[in-house]
């Protein structure tokens, strides 16, 4: 059925995008893998190299045709492929830095800034190839400049997989040292999740589930400026009126985005997955979640009633969203990632957000602990720690949860790091030096909670 739209609607879109950042933020085309799988993994690198430049050799042309003919700014356009643990494994060899190599030369080649999947999926164990992946990691994140990854340690069915978890903050050690000549930007294209999504087109977390099709496209809209100026104009709304506010903002971008999509898919030739409704702030002034939760009231976000505000917030555009479009999907909600939001930078540093109150704030939002930045000698055990908590948040709400975060080699707590572009800059926050080491090495797996048995 066409999406149709009125004259004001067209209007208020127009001034959504010149005077509130509204914008596609990624436009990311699904590709399976599975048929790319060879003995010789020098011949899975080939096929790998082969299908992607095919499948998305257009995408980035008719992404930037449809900014142009629309008038909608499509910022990214990126690729996520059948994690990378699967394809491999009929490989002999275990080393799969050369597939990463290939993933990111296909990235280059198609236009796109961003390819995830170096992926594994390992909440209730190792096989072969997750092994081998996990190891390759560090090094694949290192000598490449498109290649994102990510590990699901846990699942509400399945429990936390302790074994993993500790792993993956060695992981991140090893890559954080690997890449610390930038400020171990390895570790911002490396995500650890609980009940990670199969069509999420986000980066760093986007991978190709087994459940999608051959080729998909998914969509990332994104508009907390839009958001916030809505709030902005109803300063004394009760919570009623203000929920009201914000979902009827939130059907209007989702209706924005599902064009958008649609008409790529068509033009594309393939199959029209998902929007995905989340702000996503950037580092851009008037583009921050934070921003909004000041203008609901608080005096600086991290402050008392700041989990209250993130959760209204968070159900209203999800309400929004699914008024507007029967294929929301991915994480669709609020992220709030502390490097590419400048309010929540400023709250940082003004000493009234830290890891902890982060944490209780992922209980409501979308997705979990997203571009923290620790000091250097925060140690793998308390990186484990930290995983474990937003796993278990995860596991026992029913919901994605991940950590994506930098232990900056030499950085010291308050110093800040430079990432550059939508990642934006990242203030050193303190992690609790209380160390968790005994209970991060007993290994094993933390069983499902009772509320998994839903059969």
Known sequence: MPISFAPEEIFETIHMIQAENLDIRTITMGISLRDCSCERISNTANKIYDKITKRAENLVRVGEDISKEYGIPIINKRISVTPISIVAESSAEEDYVILAEALDKAAQQVGVNFIGGFSALVHKGFTKGDECLIKSIPRSLAVTKRVCSSVNVA????????????????????????????????CAKLVVFCNAVEDNPFMAGAFHGVGEPEVVINVG???????????????????????????????????????????????????????????????????????????????????????????????????????????????????????????????????????????????????GLDMIAVPGNTTAEVIAGIIADEAAIGMINKKTTAVRIIPVPGGKIGEKVEFGGLLGSAPIMKAHEYKPDVFIKRGGRIPAPITALTN
């Open 221 to 367: 809209v994104s508009g907390p400026g839009v958001v916030l100026n809505a709030i902005k104009s109803k300063p004394y709304a009760d919570f009623g009126t203000l929920a009201d506010i914000i979902k009827h903002t939130a059907f209007k971008i989702t209706r924005m985005g599902e064009l958008t999509g649609r008409e790529a898919a068509k033009r594309l030739n393939v199959p029209f997955g998902i929007v995905d409704l989340s702000l996503a702030p950037t580092p851009a002034v008037g583009d921050s979640v934070s921003d909004i939760l000041e203008a609901m009231g608080l005096e600086r976000t991290g402050g008392h009633g700041t989990t209250a505000a993130l959760a209204m917030l968070n159900d209203a555009v999800k309400k929004g969203g699914a008024m507007a479009s029967s294929y929301v999907g991915g994480l669709s909600g609020a992220f709030i990632p502390v490097s590419e939001d400048a309010g929540m930078i400023r709250a940082v540093e003004e000493g009234s957000l830290g890891i902890d109150k982060l944490e209780a704030m992922t209980c409501v939002c979308s997705v």
């Open 155 to 186: 699942t509400t069915r399945a429990g936390i997989n302790m074994d993993a978890v500790y792993r993956m903050g060695r992981i991140i050690k090893e890559t954080a040292e690997l890449t610390k000549d930038q400020g171990a930007i390895g």
